[in-house]
């Protein structure tokens, strides 16, 4: 894997949109798309292809974890679920650490560091169709799609991988061509 690619931030506001009923994401920073989601929902696995053409792969990997694989299937980050109703989830990688945290008010949630949060992420009324995500540092990109994978996905990234896909089906990012089309 590229090495800017690990390293893609997002910082200040930034949006997942989607249209209603599609697969397909994009992460706006601004005017900006930061990276390409698609949804996989029959494998349950999301393919994202950040601006600089780094793909990873989202996918579950036991029970209440998510990784995010790079083009060589190695891990690059995963996040994990701590409560048992899915209100708290640990995000990290090598470069970071981060938990997750589901706010009083519905849709809420915010990444925090320690005690201080460093994230606000929220969707709208009525769907996750749309996500805006409102950072007070610089957050790795890898680390705002895994968090919208648990918020949009809640039930795929609490269950055990083998219940919802036999095992070996999931792809390798770089064997699927286009990612983004």
Do not use: C
């Amino acid at each position: 894997m590229k090495e800017r690619g690990v390293y893609a931030v997002l910082h200040g506001s930034g949006e997942l949109v989607s249209p209603w009923m599609s697969n397909q994401w994009r992460l706006l920073q601004g005017n900006q798309e930061t990276a390409r989601i698609r949804r996989l929902g029959r494998i349950h696995v999301s393919l994202v292809t950040l601006s600089d053409g780094t793909r990873l792969l989202l996918e579950p990997y036991g029970y209440s974890v998510v990784r995010a694989l790079d083009a060589d299937r190695q891990e690059v980050a995963r996040i994990t679920r701590r409560s048992w109703l899915g209100r708290r989830w640990d995000l990290t990688a090598t470069t970071f650490a981060y938990e997750l945290v589901s706010h009083p008010r519905p849709r809420r949630w915010q990444l925090m560091l320690g005690q201080t949060p460093v994230a606000d992420i929220s969707g709208s009324l009525v769907s996750y169709n749309r996500v805006k995500v409102e950072s007070f540092l610089a957050i790795p990109v890898v680390a705002v799609v895994l968090a919208w994978h648990v918020i949009a996905r809640p039930w795929e990234a609490a269950a055990a991988p083998r219940t919802l896909v036999p095992a070996g089906t999931h792809p390798v990012p770089g064997e699927l061509g286009g990612a983004t089309s």
